[in-house]
Structures are given as structure tokens and as C-alpha cells.
């Protein structure tokens, strides 16, 4: 194996690291929300501080929170490895294709066929950006 | 979806790149922070453009969250990936760089990309559990 093949290898199992830690983080708060509930109805009932409640008491959306931590440092971490150029375009338009994924699977979205074009529009206009 | 909830959109979309923005100029002004003098860091905080970021950021991310509540994640993610179009154009706007031909394309996909999700419904209603009919819950009752 080559030293090239080792620095490719490791630097697809650091974006990989980000893209698993992001898309966890993005499910499990947008699951957490759907569990909560409409934030504008508990507004509505019980002021804005009933809203704080609910969201700060919610366990899933902390851990929601500590992955998208993990994913913060996991993307610091391959920044001072390889370079920006190809980390932040690689983690963020594979991140809307896994969470597109992710969504359909466990959140029970119904991603019909405009929401898949959505995802690969995005994900190919983020990577053309970021050249 | 209401006037409202797309306003919150807008800013979910808006300040996300603004706070960034903010916070690159206020670092801008404080300069290169050295390891032996973290505590500048402390003191940043207070600088008006770095507090500014911080401020929009907060809003950002409560405004996430209250969409979340009411939309889909793959409603909200494309919507919001928006905020590339947006600092692309601040670059080419306020900062006078250069956008090249393949830049344009990447703000024509993601554009066209909010777009086909703006056109569809925003939230994925799940059927929640129907209570049991009345005479299933006596029947139970008879047999316990």
C-alpha cells in the first residue's frame, strides 16, 4: 500500500467521521423538535419560557447537540490534517445526501421524488461553490 | 405554511452567514490570537461586531429549531442551504471577488433546489394511534 493510498484512505475516514457524527446530530434534533412539538403552539400556551422548557428539558435533543459537538471537532480535527478545499465541500454536500437518507429511514419523511432532486441539487451546487 | 413561518426561513437562511460574517470581521480587528493569550478570546466577546455574531448565530439556531418543530428536515436543509447562495453573492457584492462560470451554475442548482422544495408540502404527518372503541375497552374490562 502507498503512502498516497494511506493519506486517501485516512482522509475519507475523517470526512466520513464528520458526515456520521452531522447527520446523527441533524436527526436526532429534528426528532427531538417532532417529539416536542409545534414550538409556536407551546409559545402560544405557556410564553416563550414554556417553549425554553420543553426544548431544555428534551434528553434527545442534547444528545442531538453533543453529536453535532463531536461532528464540530471531528471537522477541526481534518482541517489540521487535509485541506479545506476538500473537507468542507466533501462533509457538507455529502451531509445533505446521509441526512436526506437518514430522514426517510428513521424520521419517516416522506422524501418523494422533488425532495431527492432537492438533495442532489444541493449536493452538487455546494461542491461547484466551493471551487 | 404562513407569511410567518417563511419569514423564519428567511432568517434561519440570513443569519447563519451574517453571524459567520460578523464574527470573521470582529476576529479581523482583534487579530491573530496566540495559545499564550487566550484570554483575548474572552475579551473579543465584548467587541460589537464579535457580539453581534454571536447574537445572530443564538437567533439562528432558535430559529432552526422552531422550524424543525413545524417542518420536515429535508424541507428545512435545502430551504436553508440557501445561506451558500447568499455568501456567494455577498463575495461578489460587498467583497468584489471574482465568481466563476462553475460558482454561478453551483447558485443556479441550489436556487433551483429551493425551489422544487418550496413547491411541495412542508411537514410529513405520521397517523398516531387510534384509542380503541368503546365497546373493545368494555369487552377488555370483562375479561380482566
Not at chain 1, 493519506?7 to 475519507?12: R, Y
Not at chain 1, 419517516?108 to 461547484?128: P, S, T
Not at chain 2, 453581534?52 to 430551504?79: E, K, Q
Not at chain 2, 442551504?81 to 447558485?107: D, P
Request: charged share 10%; net charge positive.
Amino acid at each position: 500500500m502507498t503512502v498516497a493510498h494511506h493519506v486517501g484512505l485516512a482522509n475519507a475516514a475523517m470526512i466520513a467521521s464528520i458526515i456520521v457524527a452531522a447527520t446523527t446530530g441533524d436527526v436526532l434534533i429534528a426528532s427531538a423538535m417532532r417529539q416536542i412539538g409545534d414550538l409556536d403552539e407551546i409559545k402560544a400556551h405557556s410564553g416563550l419560557k414554556g417553549a425554553i422548557v420543553a426544548v431544555l428539558t428534551n434528553a434527545r435533543f442534547f444528545s442531538g447537540v453533543a453529536a453535532m459537538a463531536v461532528s464540530f471537532f471531528s471537522l477541526l480535527f481534518a482541517l489540521s490534517h487535509a485541506d479545506l478545499s476538500l473537507v468542507a465541500p466533501a462533509s457538507a454536500s455529502l451531509t445533505v445526501v446521509t441526512n436526506t437518507i437518514a430522514a426517510k429511514f428513521f424520521l419517516k419523511e416522506n422524501v418523494d421524488k422533488r425532495r431527492w432532486i432537492a438533495a442532489a441539487c444541493v449536493c452538487a451546487g455546494v461542491v461547484l461553490l466551493a471551487h | 405554511m404562513t407569511f410567518r413561518r417563511y419569514l423564519v426561513l428567511a432568517f434561519v437562511t440570513v443569519s447563519a452567514p451574517l453571524g459567520d460574517s460578523f464574527l470573521d470581521k470582529g476576529m479581523k480587528q482583534v487579530g491573530p490570537v496566540s495559545l499564550t493569550h487566550v484570554t483575548t478570546l474572552f475579551h473579543a466577546v465584548a467587541t460589537p461586531w464579535i457580539a453581534g455574531g454571536i447574537l445572530l448565530l443564538i437567533g439562528f439556531f432558535a430559529s432552526w429549531l422552531t422550524a424543525l418543530s413545524w417542518a420536515d428536515l429535508t424541507y428545512v436543509l435545502p430551504v436553508t442551504s440557501f445561506a451558500n447562495v447568499i455568501v456567494a453573492l455577498l463575495a461578489k457584492f460587498w467583497r468584489h471577488e471574482n465568481i466563476s462560470l462553475s460558482r454561478w451554475f453551483g447558485i443556479f442548482l441550489i436556487t433551483a433546489a429551493v425551489g422544487f422544495v418550496m413547491r411541495g408540502p412542508s411537514y410529513t404527518e405520521h397517523e398516531r394511534p387510534q384509542p380503541a372503541p368503546a365497546s373493545t375497552k368494555s369487552a377488555e374490562g370483562a375479561c380482566l
